[in-house]
């Protein structure tokens, strides 16, 4: 069955330390990868995909993502956390093929906590 | 640019009363998408559409019918609201590029409370 996990369900780091987010997948080929940010009473944002390509793939505000095929893996980073940071992150996989219905399937979410 | 707008942002329901939630993109999307979103379960796909005049269940569709009238409206009705309804909905857009599908775009979301 397709499936995100995101193991960590809560994370708490000091601002200006650096963060990763885990996320691992199953899927039956390699899918579309995702990671959005919700903030508290908001929508959800797009911070970066993955398509294709090389496996390092850089997002907005700072965050930067790791596409590891061998371990089915999408982990999220950031070399220093800033307190506006705090959220909730969900990882997300789609289908990869053109004409598909573009659903998605996500992770639990990981709340991140900053601490001053 | 408005992008993905939901209507309304707050609801409070009493059991067995119904409801329309309306969703409404600008960006000529083909898809359109409603999530629910419950604590530790992330997002679950309740309906969706990939062009007007059709729709399709998603993982969660019991309890929920919608509609998509117009291109850029997808609407999420409950009939008779149930407690295990309170959650917040999300609605997305997303559009088939022409080798890939791209990200989708959501909206601000709607807290719906079933008492």
């Known amino acids: 069955a397709q499936s995100v996990t995101q193991p960590d369900i809560h994370i708490t780091v000091s601002e200006g330390a650096s963060l990763e987010l885990r996320c691992n997948y199953s899927?039956?080929?390699?899918?579309?990868l995702f990671w959005y940010v919700q903030s508290p009473g908001q929508g959800l944002q797009l911070l970066l995909k993955?398509?294709?390509?090389?496996?390092l793939v850089q997002g907005i505000k700072g965050f930067e993502a790791e596409f590891k095929r061998s371990q089915s893996s999408f982990n999220l980073r950031k070399p220093s956390v800033h307190w506006s940071d705090a959220a909730e992150y969900f990882c997300a996989v789609g289908a990869p093929k053109a004409g598909n219905t573009g659903k998605l399937i996500f992770g639990q979410g990981t709340t991140l906590q900053v601490k001053p | 640019n408005a992008g993905v707008t939901q209507t309304p942002k707050f609801r409070v329901l009493k059991t067995g009363q119904s409801m329309t939630l309306l969703c409404a993109q600008d960006m000529n999307h083909e898809y359109m998408y409603w999530y629910r979103q419950d604590p530790g379960m992330g997002l679950r796909l309740i309906h969706y559409?990939?062009?007007?005049?059709?729709?399709a269940k998603g993982e969660v569709p019991d309890g929920y019918n919608v509609s998509r009238l117009k291109k850029q409206n997808f609407l999420l009705g409950l009939e008779s609201a149930a407690p295990s309804q309170t959650s917040v909905y999300f609605c997305a857009s997303s559009y088939p590029g022409r080798t890939r599908n791209t990200e989708a775009f959501f909206g601000q979301g709607t807290r719906l409370t079933v008492v």
């Open positions: 559409s990939v062009g007007e005049g059709t729709t």
């Open positions: 993955y398509f294709s390509g090389d496996t």
């Open positions: 899927y039956g080929a390699t899918p579309y």
